[in-house]
């Protein structure tokens, strides 16, 4: 489904991935860990699009394609999902108009029924159930003063309502309380599929627990230094990262 | 001595119609006060970036009585509690206050005759605004409101004023609330008009102890119109206002709200201006937190597109002794194109120690991250960028109570900011 062969990407013309190679198929789960600043949530905002990196060298390839020709709207409604660690507020816009418009521009995309206001909101009512959401937050503004963990359950909202194909999960287990990190990490296994994936970016196993990821890679200054099995993120938990570094640098010698 | 000026005298051609017979000597009293003088000019700083030049050339005849269809203007919760005026009338078939529950008192100001000793007293002691004293001077009618006592108000009421100028007029609509204490009311108050006019609306309001008034006011004149628009307001002790002035039509506008606090007051004073073409509306406000304890809110949000221009000067003063005021205001604007402008000010002066002020004024275009995390759900540059506009200018109607006033207004912000396609946004 997604290919990443040797990706850089720097920022304000600072390099921030140097060299990432990763492949994730259809029907896996991957996760990333790493130290503060490795270059995490900039991977993943550098596959949906974000207008702040910009790409230096390397390939990824989504469903065959050449990711870096889709626009970041064209990459959405391709089915690329981004649950960010900070998500925007949107004062003035309903977040139920913008559900609504986001599902039916996807819709539209893929030559589906768009729904109308009536119909959308059986279709909403069913996806705040699967996230445990009040129903009040429909009606506040997009995320506009929302607490964090609430913002984080109005990402996985999203996610429902726009049933990606890939989603990017980053950090959704920050600010989370015990409860809502158990039903959101159920919602997201009931929205997986063969045909979809999912990379979470964590800095804990909890979450590791519930969305189990097939992968694990160690992110650290732009790389990919380790890629092992789910165990991998309770070593991590014990052991911190050192000797992942260490391991690396050892390995670099060689 | 005085200096001759060349070209019409606006003001003079104003006042040199008869003079109404009710409330002669208040009407004496600004017509003293207006004798010899002259439009403002852009020397004077109030008037800065408020050229009234154009509309010094201009002739304004009086305004006749006319009949018009309101069928549009229509809310369905305030069909029953609607006072109409057409050219400064009252147009009683147009009016229906059969709703209005009892003891309100609620009726058009040519009824109320000398009755209303309040009339011209709210802000006294403050120098009165010369488009005031044109009102003062000439209005022919208006409408004056009054809440007994612990009465709250279910309904809102609804003021329309509506100018219908075939020929270029002048009119001076006119309103008085007064609520007693610990009363509740929703005022709605639209301005609405076709053809070229000149409108002088005065607005004088007292809220005693205890009292909360919430005042929704929509400027929709036409765009050949000038509407130069005074609101006074006394709060009192633990009293409360909270007004939300919507400016969307005139060529020119300028609003000039002045609101008095009281000890333990709160007031909201919020505003959305939405320009394009040529436009250009002023708002110079005034907070005075008189006395101690006292809150006010200020957003104060302009879209300008076109050539247009916006003004914004909020001056808030806390008087000495005026201690534990918590004032904050924020000027926000959002230009949309490169020829647009916004002048924004704020104008602080606070003359007691104990005291919580902040103010903040951004210009710019919409911002990048709200924009990808829209694209980032799949919508295209375009429609986010509208969508983000639409949301900017609807957050200040976000908590107006009257749903279908809430709606309509909605549809308009949305029509204005290229959004209508993108659905129901409701
Ligand atoms: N807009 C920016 N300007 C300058 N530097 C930036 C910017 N955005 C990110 N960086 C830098 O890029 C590096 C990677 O940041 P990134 O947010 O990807 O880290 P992360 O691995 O997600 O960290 P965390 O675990 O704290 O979320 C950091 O050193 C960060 O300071
Ligand atoms: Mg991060």
Partial sequence: MLSIKNLTASINGTPVLKGIDLEIKAGEIHAIMGPNGSGKSTLGKVLVGHPAYEVTGGEVLYEGRNLFELAADERARAGIFMGFQHPIEVPGVSNAAFLRLAYNKKAEAEGRDELDPLEFDDFIHEKIKLVAMKEEFLDRSLNEGFSGGEKKRNEILQMAVLEPKLAILDELDSGLDIDALRVLGDAVNKLQRPDRALLIITHFPRILETIQPQFVHVLSGGRILKSAGKELATELEDRGYDWVLEEAAAGGAR | ?426
Wanted: net charge negative; hydrophobic share 40%; with cysteine.
């Fill in chain 2, 1 to 426: 001595m005085t200096t001759m000026v060349a070209g019409p005298n606006l003001l003079a051609d104003l006042l040199s119609g008869p003079r109404p017979t009710e409330w002669a000597s208040l009407r004496e009293a600004a017509e003293l006060r207006l004798a010899g003088r002259e439009l403002p000019a852009t020397r004077e700083e109030d008037w800065k970036y408020t050229d009234l030049k154009a509309l010094a050339g201009l002739a304004f005849g009086p305004a006749p009585k006319a009949t018009v269809d309101i069928s549009s203007h229509l809310l369905p919760e305030m069909v029953g509690t609607r006072q109409v005026f057409v050219n400064g009338h009252h147009a009683p078939h147009a009016s229906c206050a059969s709703a209005v529950p009892a003891g309100v008192r609620y009726f058009p100001m040519s009824h109320a005759s000398e009755a209303c000793h309040a009339l011209g007293s709210i802000g006294n002691g403050v120098a009165k605004g010369l488009f005031e004293d044109l009102n003062t001077a000439r209005f022919q009618d208006g409408a004056v409101i009054l809440v007994p006592k612990n009465l709250k108000v279910a309904l809102p009421l609804h003021l329309l004023f509506i100018t219908k100028a075939e020929t270029p007029i002048a009119v001076f609509p006119r309103v008085l609330v007064l609520l007693e204490r610990g009363a509740e009311l929703e005022l709605v108050e639209e301005h609405h008009g076709e053809g070229a006019y000149l409108s002088c609306p005065v607005v004088e309001v007292h809220v005693a102890e205890g009292a909360i008034l919430r005042h929704e006011r929509v400027q929709r004149e036409s765009p050949e119109a000038y509407h130069l628009g005074t609101l006074k307001a006394e709060v009192g002790k633990g009293g409360q206002y909270h007004s939300r002035t919507l400016s969307f039509g005139a060529r020119l506008s300028r609003q000039q709200p002045w609101v008095r606090l009281a000890e333990g007051a709160e007031a909201s004073l919020d505003g959305l201006v939405l320009l394009d073409g040529a436009q250009v509306a002023d708002t110079h406000s005034f907070l005075h937190h008189a006395e101690p304890q006292a809150s006010s809110h200020q957003l104060h949000k302009c879209i300008v597109d076109g050539k247009a221009r916006a003004i914004f000067n909020g001056q808030i003063r806390v008087a000495p002794g005026a201690q534990g005021t918590d004032a904050q205001q924020q000027s926000r604007n959002l230009l949309l194109s490169e020829t647009a402008r916004v002048d924004t000010k704020p104008q602080l002066e606070i003359y007691a120690d104990d005291v919580k002020c902040s103010h903040g004024a951004a210009v710019g275009q919409l911002d990048p991250e709200e924009l990808f995390y829209l694209q980032s759900r799949g919508m295209n540059a375009d429609d986010a960028r509208n969508l983000l506009t639409y949301g900017f200018a609807a957050d200040v109607l976000t908590h107006i109570p009257v749903a279908s006033l809430r709606r309509a207004l909605r549809q308009l912000v949305m029509a204005r900011t290229q959004a209508t396609s993108l659905g129901d946004l409701g």
